[in-house]
C-alpha cells in the first residue's frame, strides 16, 4: 500500500508554516502515543506514520524535495544528502552542546533552541539511531530552558479509588538506564477521567545537572457496576416496581460508604432524583458531593393477560398520555 500524503497525515495543507506543522505533530503524537493507548492495536502504527511525515515536513531541504518529487524524492540517496546536509548545518551550529550518546545523533545547541526543538531533535535522533526506538512520554514535556524532562505516566484507578484516593507505588527507569527507584505517589480523592497528578522533582534528569523534571500522573477511572459520577455527584440507578411508585417504600441502597435506607416517596416516577447530601465525591474546597438516586419505575417480569388488561384499562379511566405535557414539535 502506497504512504500517505505526509500533509494529510499531520492535518495541514501543502502551504503551512513550519510552527502549524510543529503544534499539529506535537498534537498527533500525544494523541496516538502507544503508552497512552494500550488497548488500541493500530496505536503505534499511526504515531510511526505520524513521526514519519513530520520527519520529513519539519526538514525544508526534504521538504522542498518531497513537494517536487513525493516520497521518492524522500527515499533513497535524496533522504541520505538531505539527513547530510542537517548534520553539517548542526555542527556549524551554536555555542553550547549536548550530543546524543548513539554517534551520528542529532547535536542540539541549547543557546539557540527551545525545548520544542529539543524534543524534535531528541525525536529524529532515535529514529535513526536506534531504529524502531519509541519515544516514551517523557519525550513530550519539559521546562523552559535547559531542558528537564518530565515523567507522563498513566495509571488506571478503580471507581473507589478516584473518589477516596489511594497511594501507589510506582517504579520508573531514567532515559539512559543508569538507575531505577520506586516513587509512592498519593493520588488525591476526587480525581477524575484524564486528571493530572504532579509530583515535583520526580522526573528524568536534566542531561546538563540541572536538575530533575516532574512526575506527571494521568489518571484513568474504570467504570463501576452501579456507580457513576456527575461533577460531585455520585449517580445510582435505583429501580422500583409500580406498586412502590405507587404507595411509596423505604428502599436500602448502597453508597460509597456503606448502604442507607432512603424513603421513596408516593407517586413518584421514573427520572425523579432522590438526594442523599454529602454521599457523593470531595472537591478541593473540601466540600463533598451528593449522591443522587435516578428512580427507574419497572413493571414484574411475566404479566398475565388479565393483569395487562388491568394497566390497559387503568390508562382508559384516567385519560392517561404520558407524553402530552412534552412538546417534541412533532
Wanted: charged fraction near 25%; include cysteine; proline fraction near 8%.
Amino acid at each position: 500500500m502506497a504512504p500517505r500524503d505526509y500533509y494529510e497525515v499531520l492535518g495541514v495543507g501543502p502551504t503551512a508554516a513550519a510552527e502549524q506543522i510543529k503544534a499539529a505533530y506535537r498534537k498527533l503524537a500525544r494523541r496516538h502515543h502507544p503508552d497512552l493507548n494500550r488497548n488500541d492495536k493500530t496505536a503505534e502504527t499511526r504515531f510511526k506514520e505520524v513521526q514519519e511525515a513530520y520527519d520529513v515536513l519539519s526538514d525544508p531541504k526534504k521538504r522542498r524535495a518531497y513537494d517536487q518529487f513525493g516520497h521518492a524524492g524522500v527515499s533513497g540517496a535524496a533522504a541520505a544528502e538531505a539527513a547530510a546536509a542537517a548534520a553539517a548545518a548542526g555542527r556549524r551550529a551554536g555555542r553550547v552542546r549536548y550530543s546524543p550518546g548513539t554517534p551520528g545523533g542529532a547535536t542540539v545547541d541549547f543557546g539557540e533552541v527551545d525545548l520544542d526543538d529539543l524534543f524534535e531533535s531528541f525525536a529524529r535522533h532515535t529514529r535513526r539511531g536506534r531504529g524502531d526506538r519509541r519515544p516514551s512520554p517523557a519525550d513530550f514535556t519539559g521546562a523552559p530552558g535547559v531542558p528537564t524532562p518530565d515523567i507522563i505516566h498513566p495509571v488506571t484507578l478503580n471507581f473507589e479509588q478516584a473518589l477516596g484516593g489511594t497511594t501507589l507505588d510506582l517504579r520508573f527507569d531514567t532515559v539512559n538506564r543508569a538507575f531505577s527507584e520506586t516513587i509512592r505517589v498519593k493520588i488525591p480523592p476526587g480525581v477524575t477521567e484524564g486528571s493530572k497528578v504532579r509530583v515535583r522533582g520526580r522526573g528524568q534528569p536534566s542531561p546538563t545537572g540541572s536538575g530533575r523534571g516532574d512526575l506527571i500522573i494521568i489518571t484513568h477511572v474504570s467504570s463501576h457496576p452501579y456507580f457513576s459520577r456527575s461533577g460531585k455527584d455520585v449517580i445510582l440507578d435505583l429501580p422500583i416496581s409500580p406498586g412502590e411508585a405507587v404507595h411509596g417504600a423505604a428502599v436500602r441502597v448502597p453508597t460509597v460508604d456503606g448502604p442507607v435506607e432512603i424513603h421513596v416517596p408516593p407517586g413518584v416516577t421514573s427520572g425523579k432524583k432522590l438526594r442523599i447530601k454529602g454521599r457523593g465525591a470531595p472537591a478541593r474546597d473540601g466540600s463533598r458531593g451528593d449522591q443522587l438516586c435516578r428512580i427507574l419505575v419497572q413493571l414484574p417480569p411475566n404479566l398475565t393477560d388479565p393483569e395487562k388488561e388491568t394497566l390497559r384499562a387503568m390508562d382508559t379511566a384516567h385519560h392517561f398520555n404520558p407524553r402530552s405535557t412534552v412538546n417534541w414539535n412533532i
